[in-house]
């Protein structure tokens, strides 16, 4: 305890000398017993910097993150605040608007208008009620019960407004208005006349003795027709009739013209130029898919829709066009167009020749057949129902060329004798326009397909189906083509294929053959045979020609042949590769 007593004796002497020390300096410092003072200056080893404009700029930015946002400035250099962005727009006014706001700000004819977080049937309810009854609630107000306007008509009608009146009144409104109404009609009794409202043709007794609202109409026997009116009507009818007959039963009516562009129509030995040369013979029977183009036929100044050879011979090449003509073309010698026939006044849908040639049929969309002679190009005879024919053809059989078959687009088919020109059959089950009529079972049969998906098979002469053909997986198919060996027939279905029915008894669809891989859909794109019945051809919608090998059902080539749609397209009778096709483009190519 001692020891501890002196320690703490000692300490508290050092802490009085320290604060003797500390209190007066000068006396320690001059006592010559203490120890000098050590003054040693303080140093940096960081530069001198001059933090004026530090400070400047630290202040600048401060001022720019505290004032609004100019709205005309394009580039903000700095984050900023909500309230900046939200603050409104102050100082001068804007240079290009005259009452000061930025057309970019503008979204009114008069300025800048705010949304109000208001409904606009609500809206609609308070405008239309002030402007009625001269109150409305004040949409500034944070509660909804307080209005402005004329506060007695509030308090005088409940604070209704025009979209919710009561139920009673509504129902006294009606009844007042009635009773306003009978008052008028009153008061306009009395200044009517007498003799008006006895007389029951008058509009005033009806008004007056009307009970439903179809009695205020005129009721009485129809008088007889003057003279005047008598005349009036058969004049009307007979012209009418006249209009009919000239317009619905023969069709548009046009001169025939024909106009021969070769050198001579006959030459020095009197043959005619249509004569088929004798030296035109098959080499051989075996047929080969062209390769290259060998002559270009442009004479149509619109598409071409179908295209046939002469019969036996092809060495000439008749096709109908979409600008109203037919043109027949040689294709053995110049190549050059040798006729050119002039008589629908509209497209010309499909051609068909006779059995020698000599005569040939158009069926246009002038809604007439007409009957051709390829030499002279004079019309035989001309045919219409009314109708567009959108197919036609003659009776294969030579006994029976005189007889006509058409497709029309009223669902029938129209038989007609040529010799007499009338109608001596009428094919009559169809459910769509007839597409298609193809000869089969040595012409004792003929089958047709139409715009309703079906095939149906006819016996020649009698109007009665036979067979018919339609599965709900089936298109519509608008060209059929027969195989040489008349067993098959090759039918163009919309759904982008070929598909193959037997001309036996039975007609039955072959699963087996089935050639696809062109884009048909929604084109009439003609298939056909080469005349050894190796091949299948058909175009498409491309502009393409397409070869399939009959037996293997492969593609075999593929040509481009037309911009657009390759339409019809014609294997060559004698000339075991040569091929012929016609397009929209309105030119003809002949392959080789």
Same mark, same amino acid.
């Given at each position: ?19 003797? =020390? ?13 120890? #000098? ?14 933090? %004026? ?22 580039? +903000? ?38 949304? !109000? ?51 009673? &009144? ?18 306009? &009794? ?7 409202? =006895? ?37 009307? !009818? ?30 020095? =030995? ?135 078959? !058409? ?6 088919? +129209? ?18 326009? +007839? ?35 339609? &599965? #709900? ?29 037997? %001309? ?89």
């Amino acid at each position: 305890m001692d020891l501890l007593q002196t320690y703490k004796d000692q300490n508290d002497e050092d802490i009085g000398e320290l604060e003797d =020390q500390t209190q007066n300096p000068i006396s320690t410092t001059s006592s010559p017993e203490a120890s #000098p003072p050590r003054l040693l200056p303080a140093k940096s080893a960081a530069p001198k910097v001059d933090d %004026t404009m530090l400070a400047l700029t630290v202040a600048q930015a401060h001022q720019a993150h505290s004032r609004p946002i100019d709205p005309v400035q394009h580039v +903000v250099a700095f984050n900023p605040t909500y309230d900046q962005l939200w603050a409104p727009i102050v100082g001068p006014a804007h240079p290009y608007a005259k009452d000061g706001i930025a057309q970019g700000m503008r979204n009114h004819k008069l300025g800048f208008v705010e949304d !109000a977080s208001i409904e606009s049937f609500v809206f609609d309810e308070q405008y239309n009620t002030f402007h009625k009854y001269g109150y409305a609630a004040d949409p500034s107000a944070s509660a909804g019960n307080n209005y402005v306007g004329d506060l007695d008509a509030l308090q005088k009608n409940d604070a209704i407004t025009v979209y919710n009146i009561p139920q009673h &009144e509504q129902k006294k409104r009606k009844i007042e208005k009635k009773e306003t109404e009978k008052e008028e009609g009153n008061d306009q &009794e009395e200044n009517v006349d007498k003799i008006e409202l =006895q007389n029951p043709s008058t509009d005033t007794w009806l008004m007056k003795n009307r009970k439903s609202p179809w009695a205020g109409k005129k009721e009485g026997l129809q008088s007889e027709l003057t003279e005047e009116q008598k005349k009036y009507a058969e004049e009307y !009818a007979k012209k009418k009739g006249e209009e009919r007959e000239r317009g619905g039963e023969k069709g548009e009516i046009l001169p025939d013209k024909s106009t021969f562009h070769g050198k001579e129509e006959r030459d020095y =030995q009197g043959r005619s130029w249509i004569a088929p040369p004798k030296d035109a013979k098959a080499n051989n029977d075996h047929c080969y898919i062209p390769k290259r183009l060998v002559h270009t036929w442009s004479g149509h100044t619109k598409g071409v829709s179908a295209i046939r050879f002469f019969p036996k011979h092809g060495h000439l090449l008749l096709s109908a066009g979409m600008d109203t003509k037919v043109k027949i073309w040689d294709v053995f010698n110049s190549g050059k167009c040798m006729r050119t026939y002039m008589g629908h006044s509209k497209a010309v849908r499909d051609i068909w020749f006779c059995n020698d040639g000599t005569k040939f049929l158009t069926a246009g969309y002038d809604k007439n057949i007409k009957y051709w002679d390829t030499e002279t190009g004079q019309v035989i005879s001309t045919f219409s129902t009314g109708k567009i024919p959108y197919v036609v053809r003659l009776n294969p059989d030579d006994d029976k060329q005189n007889i006509l078959l !058409a497709g029309m687009s009223d669902k029938k088919i +129209v038989q007609w004798d040529m010799n007499t020109g009338q109608i001596t059959q009428e094919y009559d089950q169809h459910l769509g326009a +007839v597409n298609t009529i193809t000869f089969v079972d040595n012409n004792r049969r003929f089958v047709t397909s139409s715009d309703d998906k079906s095939l149906r098979v006819w016996e020649f002469g009698i109007p009665v189906v036979i067979k018919y053909i339609s &599965e #709900p997986h089936m298109h519509s198919m608008p060209s059929i083509s027969l195989h040489p060996s008349t067993n098959y027939l090759a039918a163009q279905s919309l759904d982008n294929q070929i598909l193959i029915y037997s %001309t036996r008894e039975r007609f039955q669809l072959n699963k087996k053959k089935r050639f696809a891989g062109h884009i048909a859909a929604g084109y009439a794109c003609q298939v056909n045979f080469s005349p050894d019945g190796r091949f299948v051809m058909s175009g498409d919608g491309e502009g393409k020609c397409w070869f399939w090998d009959w037996k293997t059902c492969r593609v075999f080539r593929t040509l481009k042949c037309h911009e657009g749609v390759c339409i019809g397209c014609e294997w060559h009778p004698l000339e075991q590769s040569k091929v012929a096709t016609c397009g929209w483009d309105g030119l003809i190519k002949y392959w080789d």
